[in-house]
């Protein structure tokens, strides 16, 4: 069973930047997997995470959601199976709680559907204030 853990995220002012991480452990697929995050905001089940920004750790096409398109960026560090994601230009929508996905990477694109992954992460809260 893949696990993910995050780490970093907290509080910051608008137009500050925060760096989330997620540590892959137990992924043994060969094929690779589709790495990322989703955010999900108070009183939304997490089918209605909203797509952040996922990435093939087999190498491949990153995706964004198109509210965060241009201001975050997601990186991965393939000999610590850890991904990174960049958050620039914080706006006071972005306050949720970042949850760190997996699932197996089968399609020629990876899903930006909270509901086609697998594997979720405990979460991680960004506050942004203005």
């Known amino acids: 069973q893949v696990r993910l853990e995050e780490s970093g995220g907290g509080s910051a002012q608008a137009g500050d930047s925060l760096r989330l991480s997620c540590e892959m452990s137990r992924a043994r697929r060969s094929g690779g997997y589709c790495l990322g995050w989703f955010r999900q905001v108070l009183g939304k089940g997490r089918q209605g995470a909203e797509a952040?920004?996922?990435?093939?750790?087999?190498?491949?096409?990153?995706r964004y959601g198109d509210s965060v398109k241009g201001r975050f960026t997601i990186s991965l560090d393939k000999i610590k199976s850890t991904a990174f994601l960049q958050l620039a230009g914080l706006k006071s929508e972005d306050k949720a709680t970042y949850y760190c996905?997996?699932?197996?990477?089968?399609?020629?694109?990876?899903?930006?559907?909270?509901?086609?992954?697998?594997?979720w992460g405990e979460g991680t809260q960004v506050t942004v204030s203005s």
């Open positions: 996905v997996a699932t197996e990477f089968r399609d020629r694109l990876c899903s930006l559907q909270s509901r086609d992954y697998k594997y």
């Open positions: 952040v920004a996922v990435l093939v750790t087999s190498g491949g096409t990153t």
